[in-house]
């Protein structure tokens, strides 16, 4: 049986879609089991901030990098999932936004580092004719040095 390529990127696309939608309805679930939690005061900030530690610890056993685990980067992660847990989303908006923010500025950073030149024609044409010369041994002891004034 033969099948396209086309056949094959919407039978991709398909099951992409399909998982996607399976991951929809798990992050619902599972909102609606934690905020259930929640209510019935059977998850607080100090649970969480353990089982955030125990997590970060048995991360860096696994992983091959150190991960930071100092107590301002547990209490930031839990403060996070607590206000998400409570649907705080002012909070979240307020965070998300400093997060945009952050991004942008980044990428503006890198992009105004990364400036690519490039030579005008003149210049190259300056270039070859040194080239030229200093094959020809024409520009004395400075054969291989470029010196443009």
Do not use: C
């Amino acid at each position: 049986m033969q099948v396209s390529l086309d056949q094959l990127l919407q039978m991709l696309m398909a099951r992409l879609e399909s998982l996607e939608m399976s991951v929809e309805d798990l992050k619902f679930r599972t909102n609606i089991s934690l905020r259930m939690l929640r209510k019935n005061d059977n998850l607080d900030l100090e649970k969480v901030k353990q089982v955030v530690k125990e997590e970060l610890e048995a991360l860096n056993q696994l992983s091959e990098e150190e991960m930071d685990i100092s107590e301002d980067r547990i209490d930031e992660i839990a403060k996070g999932i607590v206000q998400w847990i409570d649907n705080d989303l002012e909070e979240l908006k307020d965070r998300l936004s400093d997060y945009q923010e952050k991004l942008k500025q980044l990428l503006e950073e890198e992009e105004a580092g990364n400036n690519i030149s490039i030579a005008s024609p003149e210049l190259l044409k300056q270039l070859e004719k040194t080239h030229l010369n200093n094959k020809r041994g024409k520009s004395g002891g400075n054969k291989d040095n470029i010196i443009i004034p």
